[in-house]
């Protein structure tokens, strides 16, 4: 029996030596454990992240120096009082019974190293919770409201409505007023900073900066019902000019007098007229194209410039969007544009708006629809 | 061996002591305590078939084997079975059959509640499975059952209310037992057995249960709650109505947190019992190890709110909660380096219950340090809701409280049956255990790290998670394999174990001072205790702290009668709580053959349901104490 013990405590640790340096390098830029990857919080760029980071490294220090202490105690003492072969098994060690000074002398040794973690954090609460001095005057506010599944963001300094985006000027502090429409949500943008809970019927606010231009992936961090996985954003830091001509144009109609066809094979002004018409009788009802009306679904104004859609789930391109359009309920299960929007006092009664599964779209319908939602620039 | 029977009240009691009837009726706490490691065994399997399924789900990005619903179902039903109905009893199993044998008591204080307590568990644990038959589905709104998602209007379904009334007929069961024990501990430990000399396991039962008492209510009341915002028409957690979803929150972790210590503190008794056993040595500083054990549970209800920091606080609480729960990890410290003082200077034998002791204390330590890393809330805000969470609390929870109850399993088994399970196979089951353990369970604080949140479905493959996805499932067939040979050796060993004698570890503590497994009557003597570690004391101790033993006096040892009555209370609650459940559904929902039209009200189920719960306590009142007189062996004196 004991050699078939070891063989398979061999296959055991085999597996491992295959697993471990598998796990070690994983993802498209196969850094050490991902430590690059799209939601890492070990790659922090701004402030509250890094702040929280260091904070984790100074308790993994602390217990990595706790592991290897008590674990080693643990290990030596395992190792050194084992019974070993030809040892009398009726053999009886002294029976000592605790030592009241090592014992105290352990606890003030605890307590001290728990100081080194409560400092730091007492630190770290107050500089996530308060924003920063150096910002001053000059902060952004955007107000943010969680949705099953999609996010919505409302710059009150300009008085429009956007989605599933967030898109802000880098180096700059924004604020983030945060509330949930259904139920709770958390907004969670890993590199800029860790969570904060979008509750209905309470405003929590958060603040974010990024130190650089960049594109950050985020998602919702509370579970809140059928497509909670599918429930991402993106989020786009621009250079301070970028940031301005990015705000005019979104002050702008975004339902031009001209549309412009875009590559989708065959289309023509007759598809994105039909997809006009579409549009009006399946979506508008919930979807504004108006940046000014925030509606009861994502706001669709300045569709065309986004990079993502379905809430950051797939990517803003052509065939994403027709098969979303086509099929929301094999992307995103539950989701209320193909269920139709329930009525909130009687959720199993007839919806208060029809979803997309009455509508028999066909294919040529959906790309109609798409050609006209790439007009909206 | 003679007895004498009689009977009182209306009906005559049952006497069949084996066969259905026997177990239906019985009230003797060694039975009931099988009874609970049978339903817990058996749920453990479920649970575990479930979180297969999660990471089967979970192996590659973007797949679809199991459906978004499915999913949110499989995560709050494995949740769920697992708190509820397979650690909770599992622990129960032991403090009803381990406890009265340690304090040298016949029997349990109630034998009749503590039957309840047994059928409630049975019931409810049913309850909660029975929505899988049903069309819409298990519940799937996570075990925390966060609102508003769990309101009418976000969870028309009636999966919902199959966990609130499950939750709630549990809770009976949980209540029932604890201030049964409570009781039994204070009231009936054998003369000389002073609490300061009561076998830790025993005291972290007594603590456990002042814990289930203090924290049951908070959930029973959030649940009643919930169900009249669901049924009724209230408003507690609607803001519409002028409620507040974060009040759920709160009462729910002011029960969730102690709950936290429900399963781990009766892991740290047996941890505390088996240790000293395989060092040949008393524990190591019994006083700190008892009192921090009540340190432990009396902080839980101060640290609820680490479980919101996310939610918005505001700094003086969230500061004041991070602190809390700092000082938690002191205690809990102590404990380890007590146990590693149990080890030092001991001659420390390796069976598989000390390998999983051992494995208990690798394991805990590593599920502590990284609650120490998010009792931080900055750190925290990254780590909340993530996988690395996940990581923590499966360490804490596996590597404790489950490694923990199979080292009691292994240890006690020759006591509750009489007979060896297999050392050398125990042994590669718990490497295969702890392989399998740590490579489902470890590359989580990775995935969490880098940013992966729990209770997802599925993942995007330019995340770059699919490694240590992939290897966490191929980690959680084995542990899922490791568990399940634990299973069948159990079942294979109460039919081929071999003989195991009356105390095959020589081991220390009273329970080893009855037969293997116990008579009826546990003790056929009144122990005398003159010493913590009596047993070992007895063999190897002087003079002056050897057991002494008084004979039963000519009436011979007072038994309690078998009742029917726990059996129909807890049938009354279940056809009660069935009727909550079914309030407002249509007939047709419950048998295809019913009207379609036509809807259940209360006066259908629960009405009827109340009814017979009410009789069967009257005639429960009714029955009298009963009970008859058994002479044990007159050789068990010498």
Redesign the interface.
């Known amino acids: 029996?004991?050699w078939?013990?070891y063989i398979?405590?061999g296959i055991?640790?085999l597996?491992?030596a295959i697993?471990v340096p598998?796990?070690m390098?994983?993802?498209?830029?196969a850094t050490f454990?991902?430590?690059g990857?799209?939601?890492?919080?070990?790659d922090p760029q701004g402030p509250v992240?890094a702040?929280?980071?260091q904070?984790?490294y100074i308790?993994?220090w602390?217990?990595v120096f706790?592991?290897v202490t008590?674990?080693g105690?643990?290990a030596f003492?395992?190792w050194k009082?084992?019974?070993r072969k030809g040892?009398d098994?009726?053999?009886?060690?002294?029976?000592?019974?605790?030592?009241p000074l090592?014992?105290l002398g352990?606890?003030i040794a605890?307590?001290a190293l728990?100081v080194v973690?409560?400092i730091?954090?007492?630190y770290?609460?107050?500089?996530?919770?308060?924003l920063p001095d150096y910002a001053g005057e000059d902060v952004l506010e955007v107000n943010v409201t969680g949705y099953?599944w999609w996010w919505g963001f409302e710059y009150p300094e300009h008085g429009f409505h956007t989605a599933n985006e967030l898109v802000f000027p880098a180096g700059k502090v924004v604020k983030l007023n945060l509330v949930a429409d259904?139920?709770?949500h958390?907004f969670?943008l890993?590199k800029l900073?860790?969570?904060?809970?979008l509750?209905?019927?309470?405003e929590?606010?958060m603040w974010i900066q990024a130190d650089e231009p960049g594109y950050f992936?985020g998602?919702?961090?509370?579970?809140?019902?059928?497509?909670?996985?599918?429930m991402?954003f993106r989020a786009r830091a621009l250079e301070e000019s970028e940031y301005e001509a990015w705000i005019e144009q979104q002050k702008q109609p975004s339902v031009t007098e001209t549309f412009s066809p875009v590559d989708l094979g065959d289309q023509d002004e007759d598809m994105v007229l039909q997809g006009w018409a579409l549009f009006m009788d399946h979506c508008v009802r919930c979807h504004s194209v108006d940046a000014n009306v925030k509606g009861m679904a994502p706001n669709l104004a300045h569709f065309a410039g986004r990079t993502s859609i379905a809430a950051g789930?797939l990517e803003n391109e052509p065939e994403n969007l027709v098969h979303w359009i086509l099929h929301p309920d094999k992307i995103k299960?539950?989701n209320f544009m193909w269920n139709g929007f329930?009525q909130?006092?009687d959720?199993?009664g007839a919806p208060l708006m029809e979803g997309l599964k009455d509508a028999n779209l066909s294919e040529a319908d959906a790309k109609a629809l798409a050609a006209y939602l790439y007009t909206l620039k | 061996m003679s007895t004498s029977q009689a009977t009182y009240g209306t009906w005559k009691r049952p006497l069949k002591k084996t066969g259905l009837v026997g177990f239906l009726t019985t009230v003797d706490h060694k039975k009931i305590g099988i009874g609970y490691a049978i339903g817990a065994l058996f749920f453990l399997l479920v649970g575990g078939v479930e979180a297969l399924l999660i990471r089967l789900q979970l192996a590659s990005p973007e797949q679809n084997l199991i459906s978004a619903e499915a999913y949110n179902q499989l995560f709050t039903m494995h949740g769920t079975t697992m708190v509820f109905l397979a650690v909770m009893p599992l622990s129960a199993a032991f403090f009803n059959y381990i406890m009265p044998l340690q304090i040298g008591a016949r029997d349990v204080a109630f034998p009749r509640l503590n039957a309840l307590g047994l059928w409630c568990f049975i019931v409810g644990g049913i309850v909660v499975n029975l929505s899988w038959f049903f069309q819409s589905g298990a519940p799937d709104i996570g075990w925390f059952g966060y609102a508003p998602l769990t309101s009418k209007q976000f969870n028309p379904d009636i999966g919902t209310d199959f966990w609130i009334i499950g939750l709630q007929i549990l809770g009976i069961a949980s209540l029932a037992g604890s201030f049964n024990f409570i009781t039994t501990i204070l009231n009936m430990r054998a003369p000389g057995l002073s609490m300061m000399r009561l076998p830790v396991f025993t005291w972290m039962t007594l603590i456990t249960s002042f814990l289930i008492i203090l924290a049951f209510p908070p959930i029973t009341i959030a649940l009643v709650e919930l169900l009249f915002d669901r049924h009724f028409g209230t408003h507690f957690f609607n803001v519409a109505g002028g409620g507040k979803p974060i009040l759920w929150q709160h009462i729910f972790w002011i029960f969730g947190h102690p709950e936290v210590y429900i399963l781990i503190l009766p892991a740290m008794g047996i941890i505390s019992e088996v240790l000293p056993v395989f060092s040949r040595k008393p524990l190591f500083g019994y006083p700190l190890v008892v009192f921090s054990g009540a340190v432990i549970g009396f902080l839980g209800f101060a640290v609820w709110s680490h479980h919101m920091f996310t939610t918005g606080l505001g700094i003086v609480a969230t500061s004041a909660f991070a602190f809390l729960t700092m000082l938690i990890s002191i205690p809990t410290g102590v404990k380890i380096f007590n146990w590693i003082g149990t080890l030092w200077g001991g001659r420390i034998q390796f069976t598989t219950p000390m390998l999983y002791a051992l494995g208990f204390i690798w394991m805990f330590m590593m599920g502590g340090f990284t609650g120490i890393m998010h009792s931080s809330p900055p750190v925290d805000a990254q780590q909340q809701d993530s996988y690395f969470v996940v990581a923590h609390f499966h360490y804490v929870l596996i590597g404790g409280s489950i490694f923990a109850l199979l080292c009691g399993i292994y240890f006690w088994f020759p006591k509750v049956t009489g007979k060896l399970m297999d050392d050398a196979l125990g042994k590669i089951f718990f490497y295969t255990v702890f392989f399998g353990f740590n490579m489902a369970f470890f590359p989580m604080h990775l995935l969490g790290m880098t940013g992966m949140p729990r209770r997802t479905h599925t993942y995007k493959e330019v995340m770059g998670w699919e490694n240590p996805n992939f290897w966490s499932t191929v980690g959680a067939f084995v542990l899922g394999i490791g568990i399940a040979s634990v299973v069948l050796q159990i079942i294979y060993s109460c039919f081929k174990g071999k003989p195991s004698g009356d105390n095959p570890w020589d081991a220390r503590t009273l329970e080893w001072a009855t037969a293997n497994p116990p008579k009826e009557y546990n003790f056929g003597y009144t122990p005398v205790i003159k010493a913590r570690d009596q047993v070992w004391e007895s063999k190897y101790g002087p003079e002056e702290k050897k057991m002494g033993k008084i004979a039963p006096d000519s009436h011979g040892i007072h038994m309690p009668d078998q009742s029917w009555w726990p059996l129909v209370v807890a049938i009354g609650l279940f056809v009660a709580g069935m009727g909550v459940i079914f309030n407002g559904q249509p007939m047709a929902l419950l048998l295809p053959f019913l009207s379609e039209e036509a809807t259940f009200s209360l006066f259908h189920m629960t009405a009827p349901g109340l009814l017979l719960t009410f009789f069967a306590m009257y005639m429960w009142a009714l029955e009298g104490p009963g009970g008859y007189h058994l002479h044990p062996d007159p050789e068990e004196l010498e």
């Open positions: 029996m004991k078939l013990t398979w405590i055991l640790l597996i491992t697993a598998q796990c390098h994983s993802g498209a830029d454990v991902n430590m990857g799209m939601q890492s919080t070990l992240a702040n929280q980071l904070i984790f308790t993994l602390v217990t706790l592991f008590v674990g105690a643990l003492a395992t009082f084992r019974q040892d098994p009726n053999y009886i060690p002294p029976q000592s019974h605790g030592h090592i014992e352990l606890v605890s307590a728990l973690i409560a730091p954090t007492f770290g609460i107050v500089f996530k919770s308060t099953q259904d139920v709770i958390s969670w890993p900073a860790g969570k904060m809970d509750i209905p019927g309470q929590n606010k992936w998602q919702c961090a509370e579970y809140c019902g059928d497509s909670h996985a599918y991402l789930w299960p539950g329930p909130p006092g959720p199993k």
